[in-house]
């Protein structure tokens, strides 16, 4: 059975830095594309970034060039971290596995879900 296990959410002030984790089991974390989501209460789950089996990565406009996704094979686990934190970036954080990489930012295209994490930015 596929689990998939978020950490490291929490609060901090606008400039500072995050780094969730998401540990895969009953599924390779590198043998497919997995990927970030996040939730704002109100809002439609947005794609955040996503890494596929070759360590290409994508990013969503806006967290691009402070947000880094990453995959640690050997420990089968997923990384966001996450820098310059904005008050928009305040969210549920999710990650996901078993995804398209050419629709890789499409929720829909997912087929395993973490509970998620809590991000919340003061301003």
């Known amino acids: 059975q596929v689990q998939l296990v978020e950490s490291g959410g929490g609060s901090v002030q606008a400039g500072g830095s995050l780094r969730l984790s998401c540990a895969a089991s009953g599924y390779t974390a590198s043998s497919y594309c997995m990927g970030w989501f996040r939730q704002a209460p109100g809002t439609e789950r947005e794609a955040v970034a996503a890494?596929?089996?070759?360590?290409?990565?994508k990013y969503a406009d806006p967290v691009k060039g402070r947000f880094t996704i990453s995959q640690d094979n050997a420990k089968n686990t997923l990384y966001l971290q996450m820098n310059s934190l904005k008050p928009e970036d305040s969210a549920m954080y999710y990650c996901?596995?078993?995804?398209?990489?050419?629709?890789?930012?499409?929720?829909?295209?997912?087929?395993?879900w973490g509970q998620g994490t809590q991000v919340t930015v003061s301003s």
């Open positions: 996901a596995a078993g995804g398209s990489w050419i629709r890789w930012g499409h929720a829909n295209q997912y087929s395993f």
């Open positions: 890494i596929d089996s070759t360590g290409r990565t």
